[in-house]
């Protein structure tokens, strides 16, 4: 376990204002994303389960991994979610300097255009069709954020002055980490989510275990506590 928090302290949310640590709301609902996808297997598991629940989330996917497996991406997308920009290929904003930072976010970003390109083309030739399927105008969102949470001031600055909105988040499920159990990763989330609160999960083979095992009960969990689940658009 690192000595990163569970749940976000308020201080550090004020100190880094300018990012997006929640979603501020009244009503009950709750952000669920994924990061580090499309991987084959462990995605589509995971649009299944959202599915069975109803339940929207937002998929920052590495670029790389969309070249790898783009029927994967296209079926996020085709799923009604929303996506964003984990870099292309997973780097450090700490450790990389801002030039070659950006340059890897726009390799990312040129991927996830090209695809959504492709998605509109073939899905938006009807206009029947179009009209029934309001993401088709949302897709374009330009959300990142950073692998590991870890970006330099005078990254996070130029990519809000280019229009990117950086989406940090409120809780961490620790899916990832081996020394946490099914059983705690579920407790993370559960315990500490409140309304608006951002949670973070990952479709990745590392955290798949932990994943696929709290991720439906905490969906059971707080569906019958009258919660949704949205997307950030």
């Not at 705690?184 to 559960?190: F, G, W």
């Amino acid at each position: 376990m690192t000595l990163t928090p569970v749940k976000i302290p308020t201080l550090v949310k004020r100190m880094f204002s300018n990012y997006i640590w929640s979603i501020p709301t009244t009503s009950k609902i709750i952000y669920l994303t994924f990061d580090d996808g499309p991987t084959p297997g462990i995605t589509n598991c995971t649009l299944d389960i959202l599915k069975q629940y109803n339940a929207k989330a937002t998929f920052f996917c590495i670029g790389n991994n969309i070249e790898k497996h783009p029927d994967i991406f296209q079926n996020i997308i085709n799923s009604g979610h929303a996506i964003g920009n984990h870099t292309h290929n997973h780097i450090k904003g700490w450790k990389t300097k801002t030039k070659d930072y950006l340059k890897n976010i726009f390799e990312a970003q040129n991927v996830i255009n090209s695809q959504i390109k492709t998605y509109h083309t073939e899905r938006s030739r009807s206009v029947e069709l179009e009209t029934q399927n309001p993401e088709l105008k949302t897709l374009n969102s330009e959300l990142f954020r950073p692998p590991y949470g870890q970006i330099k001031p005078k990254q996070g600055k130029q990519l809000i002055g280019l229009g990117y909105k950086i989406i940090m988040w409120d809780v961490l499920s620790f899916d990832w980490d081996d020394t946490v159990s099914p059983e705690d990763c579920l407790n993370n989330v559960i315990s500490k989510t409140t309304i608006g609160s951002i949670i973070v999960f990952h479709d990745s083979v590392k955290a798949s275990k932990n994943m696929q095992y709290a991720l439906p009960k905490f969906l059971e969990h707080f569906s019958k506590k009258g919660y949704s689940f949205e997307s950030i658009d």
